[in-house]
């Protein structure tokens, strides 16, 4: 009888363990950090790519006025299997590529950036 009990007990247990550890996992995915009502196009080099899920990022070396270079940190985007679902693969954003990148700023660190597009030289966009 002692057997029948321990059982329910465990996964009762078990059950409340995974309750309160899977709420991080699902607040990951909320884009509220980032400001969508910003679009800003940044005209550059790739630096650095990171084209794999679950998301994507890079970082684009830019060409001030002044003669000066700027980075741009793309430090989330879309994730890679939806860009290669869309017809973007990693060859042809690879670094020293020059693209333009759409991005939305952080709310906390306006130098921070989602990558909400990318528009190579030929014209074409995705997203």
Same mark, same amino acid.
């Given at each position: 009888m002692r057997k029948a009990w321990c059982?329910?007990?465990f996964a009762l247990g078990l059950l409340t363990i995974l309750a309160m550890t899977s709420a991080p996992v699902l607040g990951h995915h909320s884009f509220a950090i980032y400001d969508f009502s910003q679009e800003i196009p940044?005209?550059?080099v790739v630096e650095t790519l990171n084209f794999k899920n679950p998301h994507v990022a890079m970082t684009l070396t830019r060409t001030l006025e002044n003669? $000066?270079?700027e980075t741009i940190n793309f430090v989330e985007g879309a994730p890679a299997n939806m860009l290669v679902r869309n017809g973007l693969r990693p060859a042809m954003i690879a670094?020293?590529?020059k693209i333009t990148a759409i991005g939305s700023p952080l709310r906390e660190d306006p130098g921070i950036y989602f990558l909400r597009r990318v528009r190579l030289e030929d014209g074409r $966009?995705?997203?």
């Open positions: 059982l329910p007990s940044f005209e550059g003669g $000066e270079t670094p020293g590529t $966009e995705f997203q």
